[in-house]
T-cell receptor
Framework: DQQVKQNSPSLSVQEGRISILNCDYT??????FLWYKKYPAEGPTFLIS?????DKNEDGRFTVFLNKSAKHLSLHIVPSQPGDSAVYFC???????????????FGKGTKLSVKP | DAGVIQSPRHEVTEMGQEVTLRCKPI?????LFWYRQTMMRGLELLIY????????DSGMPEDRFSAKMPNASFSTLKIQPSEPRDSAVYFC??????????????FGQGTRLTVV
């Protein structure tokens, strides 16, 4: 069973418009959520994160929203640029559970294409 | 710091052969993770270590898979004997752990394994 789900395998957006990538999770014990970006032939790179005590975190063009009651988070990219074209992975973990790090549970990713 | 270093970048081997993947984590990071990426299952955690000690190996698919971390700067993932269904990209990642720079994991560039 997938604990972290990204139901859209792909998304195509026009340059300058908003990209919205969605992620759902099932485990209510997750308390920290992350987005990673991955280019072909490279490892995933950390993009932005949010703790479960917050509902929004912003970093430049990237904003992550968390709706705990719906167990849903989203990544907004505004404005979208062609260089944003990549696969985006949502990940979740139990950072504060039992004092341990836990591990990152990833969704399957959404391939974003930003067209000029 | 050079980041997480994995070797080899590509490995092609025949079914039944032993395969060893190597990883050098970022210096000072207490956590090391091995992930496997396939089209069907996405990024799945195989095993992770904290201070060189294996914490959770429940993701290791079979007894043919084994991982070691003899010291803080080196880890191996071994598959013996290898099978065609083991073909995937294997990522190593390291993290400083909770309270020291966050929970974000830093990934290596991956090893693309092909078993023929």
């Amino acid at each position: 069973d997938q604990q972290v789900k990204q139901n859209s395998p792909s998304l195509s957006v026009q340059e300058g418009r908003i990209s919205i990538l969605n992620c759902d999770y099932t485990n209510s014990m997750f308390d920290y959520f992350l987005w990673y970006k991955k280019y072909p032939a490279e490892g995933p790179t950390f993009l932005i994160s949010i703790s479960s005590i917050k509902d929004k975190n912003e970093d430049g063009r990237f904003t992550v929203f968390l709706n705990k009651s719906a167990k849903h988070l989203s990544l907004h990219i505004v404005p979208s640029q062609p260089g944003d074209s990549a696969v985006y992975f949502c990940a979740a973990t139990r950072r504060n559970y039992g004092g341990s790090q836990g591990n990152l549970i990833f969704g399957k990713g959404t391939k974003l294409s930003v067209k000029p | 710091d050079a980041g997480v270093i994995q070797s080899p970048r590509h490995e092609v081997t025949e079914m039944g052969q032993e395969v060893t993947l190597r990883c050098k984590p970022i210096s000072g990071h207490d956590y090391l993770f091995w992930y496997r990426q396939t089209m069907m299952r996405g990024l799945e955690l195989l095993i992770y270590f904290n201070n060189n000690v294996p914490i959770d190996d429940s993701g290791m698919p079979e007894d043919r898979f084994s991982a070691k971390m003899p010291n803080a700067s080196f880890s191996t993932l071994k598959i013996q004997p290898s099978e065609p269904r083991d073909s995937a990209v294997y990522f190593c990642a390291s993290s400083p752990g909770t309270g020291r720079g966050g929970t974000e994991a830093f990934f290596g560039q991956g090893t693309r394994l092909t078993v023929v």
